[in-house]
């Protein structure tokens, strides 16, 4: 035997139920992962169906994704599993779920039930305007993943993401339909909605903080009002979920672009006072 050559390791099967186990852990964070990924895919196969509520099913698919892709991440922190394979799996399935879904979403539910052509645009003009907007926001939504992927939370700890998470773009457009839930008829409100989409995949790829509730410590002890606010919260989405979900949804939407321009603001409002 040459010396540079090692004498072979005795076999431990100890370390093989050790792998196996460390295998089995792994899984629990991507079964959210799938289930996240299972219902983007439910709210597309909803929307082409079409017709009913099933504009209304795949919002609330959307919304259930939402919660799955807030678990796997939590579960995977601790369980101590986080992986890189973990973190590429989660971008991919929020692609569909917080890309594709709602984006095709917006567009059917907001050109289907223009069935008349007006004097001022057209539902071929406005078919091809939604299309490109609902594409900038998939592709806003795929940019803001791999920028995530790659540059992480914002400078200074977990508190704040830089732009707007994905599943709140997602949230906005499917808290707008499951509170209204018929489709758009009036061309105004279409074009308006529309723009909102596209605004909502620039918001995504911005620089606007947005609070990310990451650095909430679960294990403190809080006060007892927070315990009974939360109740409140939950049984207000329980009950009025159409209603609760939708000023969730815009209002986180719109609170970053609120504090961003005081922030903007703020600097500039003292310069004549220095």
Not at 5 to 10: I, K, R, S, V, Y
């Given at each position: ?73 939590r579960v995977a922190r601790m369980t101590g599993t986080n992986s890189e394979f973990g973190k590429q799996f989660d971008s991919l399935a ?181």
């Amino acid at each position: 035997m040459a010396d540079s050559e090692q004498p072979a390791l005795p076999f431990d099967p100890k370390d093989m139920r050790r792998a196996k186990l460390r295998r089995g852990i792994y899984l629990l964070p991507s079964l959210f992962t799938v289930a996240n990924l299972m219902c983007g895919y439910y709210a597309v196969m909803a929307v082409l169906a079409g017709g009913g509520n099933e504009y209304d099913k795949a919002a609330k698919a959307i919304g259930y994704a939402i919660l799955f892709d807030s678990l796997d991440g939590r579960v995977a922190r601790m369980t101590g599993t986080n992986s890189e394979f973990g973190k590429q799996f989660d971008s991919l399935a929020d692609v569909v779920s917080f890309g594709i879904a709602p984006a095709v979403l917006a567009l059917a539910w907001g050109v289907r039930g223009l069935a008349e052509p007006n004097n001022f645009v057209t539902v071929h003009q406005l078919s091809q305007m939604g299309w490109i907007c609902c594409l900038i926001f998939l592709i806003c939504c795929a940019w803001r993943l791999a920028r995530f992927n790659v540059q992480g939370m914002a400078p200074g700890g977990l508190a704040h993401f830089v732009g707007m998470p994905t599943p709140a773009g997602a949230g906005v457009i499917a808290g707008v339909i499951h509170a209204f839930k018929q489709p758009l008829h009036d061309w105004r409100w279409a074009v308006a909605w529309l723009l909102l989409s596209a605004a909502l995949g620039a918001l995504m790829t911005s620089t606007v903080r947005y609070y990310s509730f990451k650095d909430i410590a679960w294990t403190r002890r809080y006060p007892s009002l927070g315990i009974v606010l939360i109740a409140l919260v939950v049984a207000g989405i329980y009950m009025y979920s159409e209603i609760a979900l939708f000023i969730i949804g815009t209002g986180y939407a719109a609170m970053g672009v609120i504090i961003h321009l005081v922030r903007w603001l703020r600097p500039r409002a003292a310069q004549p006072a220095a």
